[in-house]
């Protein structure tokens, strides 16, 4: 089965939410836009996502909100190049509909003491519901490969914890590395590389805020 030679994950680029968490009062997540600084954020990552790439062709698969659209729009890449899909399962983890500013406060006061993996937000999502959708994901993935023209690229744009939990499914991290995970800045990228023994490997590591600590012996 052919398998791309290069799997490479972006974050959007700095968004309104980023700058003001009381904008989530006013205007559902999925609908926040990128800042002036993120719009630059993603042009800049375009690039040398660009020069990457180069004359090969990429198949490209978008989260369904405005601000990953956007940093899509602004990497420049060669309409006729990629192709692109709307994948709504690589969309940010749910925190509820109208947001209470003081109630989320709490609630990520809560999810650090319980856990970022585990902690489900009222009305919205624990990162193992993420883990979840990703996993479906990137099942379809893997059948896609089976085309035998399927392009050398794949580039998904996406959000950062769900960067962190598609490369924990994908090399089998355990939840105690996961939790000492940090997110990759706004327009950040990560790259999944296919090395001469057939194995992907990723080109720089997510930073760590933590040490992890394994409940037994798969850590």
Known sequence: MPRPRRIVLIRHGESVGNVDDTVYEREPDHALSLTEKGCQQARDAGAPLRELFGDERVSAYVSPYRRTHQTFQAL???PGRVRVREEPRLREQDWGNWQDLVDVRRQ???RDAYGHFFYRFAQ???GADVYDRVGAFLESLWRSF???GHP?????VTHGLTMRLFCMRWFHWTVAEFECLSNPG???T???LLGPDGRYHLDRPFERWCTPEPYGFTG
């Open 146 to 148: 089976e085309d035998p």
């Open 186 to 188: 706004n327009a950040e």
């Open 76 to 78: 420049g890449l060669d």
């Open 108 to 110: 990520k006061a809560y």
């Open 124 to 126: 919205g999502e624990s």
């Open 152 to 156: 050398p690229n794949v580039l998904l």
């Open 190 to 192: 990560r790259a999944l």
